[in-house]
């Protein structure tokens, strides 16, 4: 007897055919397993699909789409242990790419099919569930500039180039970051709370590394002082990110916390695992082994942390 799974399909995510795409995922997964398959609209979000699969009593959750999509349906499943397949069709495919998930379809389909299940972290950031990143500033105004048609006819281009236009807008903020045994202050242009992302997510890659099972989130402060500023740290972060090595700049600072809450003057505007979810202050938390998740295996890294170096910065520590 074959498993069971719901399917949740975004029809318009990525630049494909959703017709002949969808006709693929059922010819690649029904062999192996009996497919309940809903499409989300305009009306009827992932969410509240996965949602409705689990009051079914579902035995496991397929998404397919983008970033959004992703999130969505992992939304309803956080601490539940209903095994999660992912299927990217998006425009950045982040978080297949933070738990390296396969690209393509058939080799997507396949890691559902034969790969294994792992338990890997969660989380909330102002009660809105989160899998993959928040972006506070520079990345939020970025995201926010790169609209869906842009995304459609452009791919990761139109992310590309409208950082490149952003740049000419660079502004810093007073941020005050505070976990749960210190408060940081300090002058930035971007703050990137992580809770999984690839090396293509270059504002989250502080660490040496992110490490979405370690029951921690990853923060990267990026505070260049002017426009070459941001472009040598924005290189310097790619080079990084691409050897898994620690950034080494002093406008680049980074630790790992279970929480984070943050407060920035002016207020700044924020993404939400690619989503525009309003502006800060935010408060983000880690859920430990949150989701369980059909993905390839993969080692740790060690964690990590740098803050010298930050401008007008001050740390105190906490009474506990």
Known sequence: MNRSACLIFNPVAGQGNPELELEMIRSLLEPEIDLDIYLTSAEVDADQLAQAAVKRGVEAIIACGGDGTLSAAASAIIGTGIPFGIIARGTANAFAAALRIPNTIDAACMTIVQGETRYVDAAYCNGKPMVLLAGIGFEAET??????????????????????????????????????????????????????????????????????????????????????????????????????????????????????????EPPQKVVLDGEMIGKTPIEVYCVPAGLKVFVPFDQALSPTEKLEGLPNLTVETKQL
């Open 143 to 264: 995201v926010e500039m790169a609209d869906r048609e842009a995304k459609k006819r452009l791919g990761m281009m139109a992310y590309i180039l409208a950082g490149v236009q952003q740049l000419g807008n660079l502004q810093s903020f007073q941020v005050e970051i505070e976990t749960e045994d210190k408060i940081i202050k300090t002058k930035a242009s971007a703050i990137t709370v992580a809770n999984a992302a690839p090396p293509s997510s270059v504002l989250a890659q502080g660490p040496a590394g992110i490490i979405y099972d370690d029951g921690l989130l990853d923060l990267t402060i990026v505070a260049p002082n002017s426009k070459a500023g941001a472009i040598a740290a924005t290189i310097h972060l790619l080079q990084t990110a691409s050897m898994s090595s620690a950034v080494e700049r002093d406008d680049i600072g980074y630790l790992r916390a279970n929480q984070f809450k943050i407060k920035a």
